[in-house]
């Protein structure tokens, strides 16, 4: 009867007493710079440890410059954040990976990359995107600051129980449509509060036949949808994804561990408060037009006319889209001219993204009109690329070839937009100013921000000549 | 944290839907390790105009709002980063309520940890009262938490749910982190189990 979700809820009951939420156990909890100092600040003040730094990791990751990691942090402010989460680490005992160190990166690929994200784990972090961990059947959940102080000194969180969502996901995606393409899909489809107050189970042969990378790409989209957490029942491509990573279980006790993973399902008869159905063999690449990542529609179509919206908030908030990202009411998505573009983020900053951004460039001049950026989303990703050459790939094309961090997906540091600049951003987020006031996003696959890159405007990159 | 029983205030309509915390306080403030000063940042990119000064038209800019504590606006507010930053602004700045259709969930939760009340009401509700706020000059609601109701002087009456947990920390001004060290036996129990 139960499902994935309620059995990794039941798990980690540390307390359950009527007419109070859960007290949750925590067995991960990621840390970086922007939303833990004032966490810190609160332990220090009312006289409180750290009770598990043993299960606490931390890293600098959203202000960090990508450019020569050899010079200081030009930004002062920025500066003193990094050097408050140093601190705060060594007087804590609680590990981290400073910004010099092989394992830095954006905190949602270094845990994965790891091995220290597991299946049947609770994994909190003060950024909403940590929805991405539950792509190895884990509940992973973002958290704000008042929480990060509250699990740093209790390993626990109160909280009441989601209700149950199933996604499910048949046929299987056609060449040229990738996971992000589905995420958009399905935001598009339920709206970005779709999913608000739901964990959201994804299931079907799409999502079995994703990579490792590509269920990461999906469930750390959730969050835009509104849901708590997206999860994927962990697989054999789960496991072979953990085998031999360095925090991994090795030896007897991954033989153990394997066991108790195998269990991590949804019973056949388990029942869902919602289930959504969607036919991924019929998606298209996806684009977004407007302001919020559930604007969205597939390559072949056009910006929605307002006067066509179900209902006035939706009218209004087209408009409204439509006049600060300075686009008329149908006119084709393959004629929108772009200024930049940004392949990226804890969305698409994984080797695989950069692999499919690389065969697309490959033998191709970015547009002239166009400054495009790759920054890869761990020193790691970024060494293995580089074994692989794809660096030289994207800076022949005439891409710059970054340092690992969120970069341009906030623009925290000093990769931004500048005003009326027109990005295709393999990103999370295209909200107003997102990437820099006034600059205009649209969300993408990298496949496809590397063909308009190019191209200078959006194309279909499946009629793309690859070279 | 301070406790929140009752509050009168004046009222402030933003009549957006999805209002997301990137607008409520862009990233640029986001680099400070303090918990205040967020306050006069507060929708920076609709409260001031590029090349600097107030942006005439923006609600909060008015003077007939000025001063005002109660939010009233459209559905998932507070949707996208988790930033706490952006209940800090708004709280800082003076809301101590926001009344909208929905929220999205991580605002919702860092709202009750800084001894702010998100009320969740129906749309005809927000519509009427975002009417009011709009037609009437000094217009004020009482909210209260021990009757969990929202009344004005005109005859409104909105009673509305919050859950008992989130109530009772509120009216009281727990610090939850001390709350669940009460349960240290639970927990070292739980960790010895695993």
Redesign the interface.
Known sequence: MPTLFDKLWNNHI??QSP???A?I?IDLHLVHE??S??AF?GLRQ?G?KV?RPDLTVATVD??VPTTDRSLPIA?L??A??VN?LRSNCSEFGIQFFDINSREQGIVHVIGPELGLTQPGMTIVC???HTSTHGAFGSLAF??????V??VL????L?Q?K?RAMRIECSGNLPEGVTAKDLALAIIGRIG??GA??HVIEYTGEAVRGLSMSGRMTLCNMSIEA?A?AGMIAPDETTFEYLRGKRFAPAGGAWQEALAEWRGLKSDDDAVFDRTLEIDASKLEPFVTWGT?PGMVVPITSQVPDPTDAKTE?DR??AL?ALEYMALEPRMNIQDIEIDRAFIGSCTNARLEDLRAAARVVRGYRINPGVNALVVPGSQEVKRAAEQEGLDRIFSEAGFEWRDAGCSMC???NADILQ?GQRCASTSN?N????QG??GRTHLVSPMMAAAAAIAGHFVDVRQWEFR | MQPFRKHTGLVAPLD???V?T??II???F??????TGFGEFLFF?WRYR?EGGPEPSFILNQPRYQGASILVT???FG??????HA?WALREFGFRVIIAP?F???FA??CF??GMLPIVVSDDQVARITGRAQYAEGYTLTVDLETKTITDDAGLSIEFSV???QRYCLLEGL???G???R?ES??SA??AR?
Request: negative net charge; contains cysteine; hydrophobic residues 20%.
């Open positions: 540390v307390r007419g109070e939420p007290l156990y922007v939303t100092p004032q600040a009312a409180r009770r959203h202000n930004d402010t920025a003193t954040q408050t003060g950024d909403s973002g958290i704000g600051t008042s929480e102080e509250h000194a209790t390993q626990c109160p009441t989601p970005t509060d608000t107050g509104g708590k919020s908030i209004q908030a409204r906030l623009g925290m005003p987020r909200f107003e100013g997102r006031r006034g | 957006r839907a999805n997301d990137d607008q862009p990233k640029q986001l680099k400070s390790i303090e918990r990119d590029p459209g559905k998932n949707c996208g980063s988790s930033r706490e209940p929905s999205a969930d991580i939760n860092n940890k800084n859950s008992d947990f610090d939850e982190i709350l669940t060290l349960h639970d927990i739980y960790e695993k």
